[in-house]
């Protein structure tokens, strides 16, 4: 390549040099115009964690359909205490996550036996991939009815709640998924159920957990009002009755 050659070449690196650094410039100033159109700030990047941060602490909207859902339940059990149920729920799940935290299921002695299970299971699957599931600071911001459905013997109240709480994986102490110091908003269903046919539901009395309190004999139909053996009459408890038995993160 001769003398022009070469000339003709480093003019052409420092045209396309030049194009370069003004193609960075424009993508810059792009940036910048975005980054304070969204969020206030020139740095895409400073914006970004101020609405990560901002996500972090505000708690996430619920479906909440109480006002609908609460006076149709009412009309079918009377006896049912809502604001009583709201906190036995969100006591529950506070423990069913601190069980999972601790790695014992056996700090939810006193919850239905299948919520007990589901929880069992979830550990076990921990334990056989060697992690730790920690969940700390447990924040329930708000509880509220999202469906009430009756189907097959069965009353089914799905309660959902905003929750705030720092969740972070363990293998060891090496965290593999989460963030140790940040919070994160989530939702939770929790199903609350009311066995009101046994027999239709396809369990029997003593799966239920219900006998008579006067010959022992097993509860089929936990919304008669006399024993079917002995025909002492029953009283409902509710508390009884109805179950949390199912947990899920929406």
């Not at 480093?10 to 370069?20: E, F, I, Q, Y």
């Not at 020139?42 to 941060?53: F, H, I, P």
Request: hydrophobic share 40%; with cysteine; glycine share 8%.
């Amino acid at each position: 390549m001769g003398e022009y050659g070469w000339l003709v070449l480093l003019v052409v690196l420092a045209a396309l040099g030049l194009a370069v650094l003004a193609l960075a410039r424009w993508i810059r100033r792009r940036l910048r115009g975005l980054a304070r159109a969204a969020f206030g700030v020139s740095s895409l990047r400073q914006g970004l964690a101020q609405q990560a941060d901002r996500l972090a602490y505000a708690p996430k909207s619920i479906s909440g359909m109480t006002e609908i859902y609460l006076p149709q339940i009412v009309r079918d059990f009377p006896q049912f205490d809502w604001p009583q149920f709201r906190q036995q729920a969100e006591n529950t799940l506070r423990a069913a996550l601190l069980a999972i935290s601790a790695g014992d299921e056996g700090m939810l002695a006193d919850a239905d036996a299948a919520l007990r299970e589901q929880v069992h299971l979830r550990l076990e699957d921990l334990r056989q991939r060697g992690l730790r599931e920690i969940y700390e600071d447990i924040c329930i911001h708000r509880t509220e009815i999202t469906r009430y459905r009756k189907e097959r013997g069965i009353c089914t109240v799905t309660l959902q709640s905003a929750v705030g709480h720092r969740q972070y994986t363990l293998r060891g102490d090496a965290v593999v998924a989460g963030e140790k110091d940040r919070p994160r908003q989530t939702k939770y269903n929790l199903e609350l159920a009311y066995v009101q046919d046994a027999q239709k539901a396809g369990v029997s009395g003593a799966s239920v957990g219900l006998v008579c309190p006067h010959c022992g004999a097993p509860v089929t139909q936990l919304g008669q009002k006399v024993c079917e053996y002995c025909g002492m009459g029953q009283v409902e408890l509710n508390l009884r009755a109805w179950a949390l038995h199912r947990l899920e993160e929406v």
